[in-house]
T-cell receptor
Framework: AQKITQTQPGMFVQEKEAVTLDCTYD???????LFWYKQPSSGEMIFLIY??????QNATEGRYSLNFQKARKSANLVISASQLGDSAMYFC???????????FGSGTKLNVKP | DSGVTQTPKHLITATGQRVTLRCSPR?????VYWYQQSLDQGLQFLIQ???????AKGNILERFSAQQFPDLHSELNLSSLELGDSALYFC???????????FGPGTRLTVL
């Protein structure tokens, strides 16, 4: 069975500091994709970053990077130089070999302090 | 703005009623996904369509149904509504059956 686990319900970070949001996954598929989404208080879901299971390099998108450790089945999101606008819920998600289904974690609420 | 549109933005109705939520995917996207986000259940995948055909089903109740039309817009029908159906319903689209999904702003359904 596919499963995504986010063990940090809430986190605080000081503005301009880096923060790591944890995500572990469980799958028996050899091919899969990992995603991170941001959900601000306004409610919309914003795609941040994608990592394929066969990608050898960690994905990066601006201030976002994905620390992909395949053997440990972890896909942590690193946000560098946090900004007040980064305060939001962050969801880790996985697409398995059955491409049609996405599995989401329970989310981490990040608060950036000025 | 993701390019995915959903209407209505808010919907308030009573138990036992039926409602229809509408979604228009991004231009060029063939896949449409529906999700339910509630406080106690988190984000739950409901159903996916690809180019008019149902491709995957998640935790969708029998009281719920969906379809994707030839112009690729999709509708989610919720019937015999219960208080527990109150949630934020998202539509997402993607170009293919895989790849990143782009979410619409959601429809907040309140069942009284």
């Amino acid at each position: 069975a596919q499963k995504i686990t986010q063990t940090q319900p809430g986190m605080f970070v000081q503005e301009k500091e880096a923060v790591t949001l944890d995500c572990t996954y469980d799958t028996s598929d050899q091919s899969y994709g990992l995603f991170w989404y941001k959900q601000p208080s306004s409610g919309e879901m914003i795609f941040l970053i994608y990592q394929g299971s066969y990608d050898e390099q960690n994905a990066t998108e601006g201030r976002y990077s994905l620390n992909f450790q395949k053997a440990r089945k972890s896909a942590n999101l690193v946000i560098s130089a946090s900004q007040l606008g980064d305060s939001a819920m962050y969801f880790c998600a996985m697409r398995g070999r059955n491409f049609n289904k996405f599995y989401f974690g329970s989310g981490t609420k990040l608060n950036v302090k000025p | 703005d993701s390019g995915v549109t959903q209407t209505p933005k808010h919907l308030i109705t009573a138990t036992g009623q039926r409602v229809t939520l509408r979604c228009s995917p991004r231009s060029g996207d063939l896949s449409v996904y529906w999700y339910q986000q509630s406080l106690d259940q988190g984000l739950q995948f409901l159903i996916q369509y690809y180019n008019g055909e149902e491709r995957a089903k998640g935790n969708i109740l029998e009281r719920f149904s969906a379809q994707q039309f030839p112009d690729l817009h999709s509708e989610l029908n919720l019937s015999s509504l219960e208080l527990g159906d109150s949630a934020l319903y998202f539509c997402a689209s993607s170009v293919e059956q895989a790849g990143e999904q782009f979410f619409g702003p959601g429809t907040r359904l309140t069942v009284l």
